[in-house]
């Protein structure tokens, strides 16, 4: 899901660039020291899941990991998307250095909606309510970030339907595959008396 | 469970084997003016019906058209030049490249007329047969050179994918970034730590 260089017209990027130094002021804000290695292990995790890929159709998915990302991190899942994006796109090419904006506001912000989303259910912590957790936070995480995809690409004169519904297809069974992981790291964090919530 | 979602996780890491990736790249392969493109995503599955735009070296659109299947787009070209092709598939994935109809020499249009001139001159000077042999020694260094030429192609392939060196290389970067993180903050309250 990310967006290549030169797709984008200029103030669109630019526009990602200020959401994304927006996000990024708040996830600083809100690391403090304990915080830190976890934010480094998921910007790790988010680095290595975008090279776990299905082929789909006409297009390939891969896993986003954004939405446990963002609920086991908050605001602070800007700045670690946006290392781990920024080492994608130097190393492989995946995105840009220019579209590194959009893209760490395209897999950011949904993971920052999951946090909130998720809280109370982690909060509460039974099995169940964990496994609920996990499964919203890659629903969010995944469609959410489908749609800011379909809204950007309307600039460069794709129909939004048309791509919107591209991308949902595509990543339902990234968002399943999603569910279930998202489900055993809660419930295997929650085992290991790790907290969850930040 | 708990060992489940162990071996859930590093099941996980292990199929992010390098080859996979999430990127489109587009190779060119011209041969006597037709041209071939094909498109892949960078763990090898063709990009399908993506949007292939051929410019000319003055910006101009030449050619438009779809990838099959394989991901391939095959066209012909007249004029020899230089040529740009923007690969574009679905979900805002783009790939460029830039390729050479004709020989180098050809490309340039003032060139490319000198040239012409030296050949009319040379069989009115020299022996008719010259001009004949030098057609039938491109077409026979032509079929020498493809599996040369295929070889490239596959290097080129190659190159464009993932290895493991990079992944690593970026964990690494990672864990530098927070880790100097970690020590600015450990740093900073060790120090204030000491001023109360």
């Known amino acids: 899901m990310h967006v290549s260089e030169g797709v984008l017209p200029g103030w669109c990027l630019g526009v990602g660039w200020v959401l994304t130094a927006g996000g990024l002021y708040l996830g600083l804000r809100s690391i403090n020291g304990e915080k830190i290695p976890r934010t480094a292990l998921l910007s790790a995790a988010f680095f290595i899941a975008s090279l776990i890929h299905v082929p789909i159709g006409v297009t390939s998915v891969h896993l986003l990991l954004n939405g446990l990302a963002g609920a086991l991190l908050g605001w602070a899942v800007f700045p670690a998307l946006f290392v781990a994006l920024l080492f994608q796109a130097i190393l492989f090419q995946f995105g840009g250095i220019t579209v590194l904006g959009v893209n760490t506001f395209n897999m950011a912000f949904p993971g920052v909606v999951a946090y909130y989303a998720v809280k109370p259910l982690l909060r509460r912590g039974t099995t169940g309510s964990l496994i609920a957790a996990g499964v919203l936070a890659a629903l969010i995480g995944v469609f959410l970030a489908a749609t800011f995809l379909s809204l950007e690409l309307i600039c460069t004169g794709s129909s939004f339907t048309k791509t919107a519904e591209l991308a949902f297809l595509a990543h339902i069974p990234v968002a399943a595959v999603e569910a279930v992981v998202n489900s055993f790291v809660f419930l295997y964090l929650k085992k290991s008396g790790i907290k969850l919530e930040v | ?196």
């Not at chain 2, 026979?140 to 392939?157: A, C, G, Q």
């Open chain 2, 1 to 196: 469970m708990r060992n489940f979602a162990l071996t859930l996780l590093s099941l996980l890491f292990l199929f992010s084997a390098p080859s996979l990736a999430h990127k489109i790249s587009a190779f060119v392969d011209v041969e006597d003016g037709s041209v071939s493109i094909t498109s892949y995503f960078s763990d090898g599955t063709p990009a399908k019906n993506a949007k292939v735009t051929v410019y000319d070296s003055k910006g101009n659109v030449v050619v438009t058209g779809k990838t099959n299947k394989e991901g391939e787009f095959d066209f012909k070209l007249k004029k020899s030049g230089k040529y740009r092709a923007v690969v574009l598939a679905e979900l805002g994935h783009r790939a460029v490249v830039d390729f050479t109809v004709g020989t180098p020499a050809t490309s340039q249009p003032s060139e490319s007329e000198g040239n012409q001139k030296v050949t009319e001159k040379s069989p009115r000077t020299g022996a008719e047969s010259v001009n004949v042999s030098v057609q039938e020694f491109r077409k026979v260094l032509r079929e020498e050179l493809r599996p040369v030429h295929r070889e490239l192609l596959k290097i080129e392939e190659a190159q464009s994918s993932i290895s493991y060196r990079d992944v690593i290389g970026g964990l690494g970067w990672i864990a530098g970034i927070f880790g100097a993180f970690m020590f600015g903050y450990c740093y900073r309250r060790r120090e204030s730590g000491d001023a109360s």
